[in-house]
C-alpha cells in the first residue's frame, strides 16, 4: 500500500516535470513592447522566426512603419510554412526591447494585431 502510494507520486512527480518541459518548447508567441528610435510597438516574439542576414536576426515591421530611414541592401529567399518566400532586406535603427538594443535587419510585411515579428533570439 505504501509502496503503491509512492509509486503514484513519483509517477506525477514524473509527468508534471515533463508537462512543464513540453509546454516551454511548445511556446511559441509571447508578446513585447518594442522600441524603435523612441516609438513604441506592439511586438510578438515568434520562436519560428529564425530567419537571419549576416549574422545579425531579421524582424518583420508592419507595412506603415516604413519610411526613408529603412535602406534597401538586399533580397533574401526564406522558408515559411510550406514554401519559398522572397523577402527585401532592409538596414535601419536599432531596436529596444527589455531594455537591450539589439542591431536588426528589417523585412515589411502586413501584420495583424501586431507592429513588430521578433526573431527567435529576441527579448526571451
Do not use: H, W
Not at 507520486?9 to 508567441?29: G, S
Not at 513604441?40 to 549574422?55: F, R
Request: glycine fraction near 4%; proline fraction near 2%; charged fraction near 25%.
Amino acid at each position: 500500500s505504501i509502496f503503491l502510494l509512492l509509486v503514484t507520486m513519483i509517477y506525477v512527480i514524473i509527468l508534471t516535470m515533463v508537462e512543464k518541459a513540453l509546454n516551454r518548447k511548445v511556446k511559441i508567441e509571447e508578446e513585447y513592447l518594442v522600441e524603435i528610435k523612441g516609438k513604441k510597438l506592439k511586438g510578438l516574439l515568434d520562436t519560428g522566426n529564425k530567419c537571419y542576414y549576416k549574422n545579425k536576426p531579421v524582424v518583420f515591421l508592419e507595412n506603415t512603419y516604413f519610411s526613408e530611414e529603412f535602406k534597401l541592401i538586399d533580397v533574401l529567399e526564406i522558408e515559411v510554412i510550406n514554401s519559398k518566400q522572397i523577402i527585401n532586406i532592409y538596414s535601419g535603427p536599432k531596436i529596444l526591447v527589455n531594455n537591450y538594443q539589439y542591431e536588426v535587419y528589417y523585412s515589411f510585411t502586413n501584420i495583424e494585431e501586431y507592429d513588430i515579428i521578433l526573431n527567435n533570439l529576441i527579448g526571451g
